[in-house]
C-alpha cells in the first residue's frame, strides 16, 4: 500500500512496514514444508519471520526512515523477533486449525500452547527492562540525590 500511495498516486510516499519481507517468508515456509504438521510449518514459517523478515525490515527503515533501527537494536531485538515469530506462528497454526476444526491431538495442542515461547510471559527475559536502584527495602524512589547547599 505504501508503494501505491508514493509512486501510483505521486503522494508523499509514508515509511511504514512493507510485510513484504514476512509474507514471502510465510509462503517459503508453506511450499517448502507443506507435507509437514501445519503446528511445525506455523513454527518454521515463525522463524522464518523473526529472521528474513526482521533483516528486510531493518533494509527497509535504513532505505525509507528518518530515524533507521540502529545497531544498539541487535542482539535483543533479533532474539525477540524469533521467540514472538515462533510463538505467533504456532498460535496461528492453532486458531487456523480450531477454525477450521483441525487441531491437533488435545495432549499436542496444550503443549504447543503452553509450551511455546513466549517474550510477555511471566519469568521470561526481555532486553526492554533495567533495574531501578532504590534507597531502601521498601522505597519507591529513585537513587540518591545530593541535597541542595544549604543557604
Not at 509437514?36 to 527503515?61: I, K, M, N, P, V
Not at 532474539?79 to 483441525?102: K, M, N, T
Request: glycine residues 14%; proline residues 9%; positive net charge.
Amino acid at each position: 500500500m505504501s508503494l501505491v500511495v508514493g509512486l501510483l498516486f505521486g503522494e508523499v510516499m509514508p515509511a511504514l512496514p512493507l510485510y513484504v519481507p514476512e509474507a514471502l517468508c510465510v509462503e517459503i515456509a508453506a511450499l517448502v514444508f507443506a507435507r509437514r504438521t501445519a503446528l511445525f510449518t506455523g513454527a518454521a514459517s515463525g522463524a522464518l519471520l523473526g529472521t528474513l523478515g526482521f533483516a528486510g525490515e531493518w533494509g527497509w527503515t535504513h532505505l525509507v526512515y528518518r530515524l533507521p533501527w540502529h545497531v544498539d537494536l541487535l542482539p535483543e531485538g533479533l532474539i525477540l523477533a524469533v521467540v514472538g515469530g515462533v510463538a505467533g506462528g504456532i498460535a496461528g497454526s492453532l486458531l487456523a486449525g480450531g477454525l477450521r476444526g483441525e487441531l491437533p491431538a488435545s495432549r499436542v495442542a496444550r503443549i504447543a500452547a503452553l509450551g511455546r515461547p513466549s517474550p510477555s510471559r511471566p519469568g521470561s527475559w526481555s532486553g526492554c527492562t533495567r533495574a531501578i536502584p532504590m534507597r531502601g527495602p521498601r522505597s519507591r524512589s529513585g537513587p540518591r540525590t545530593a541535597r541542595p547547599p544549604a543557604r
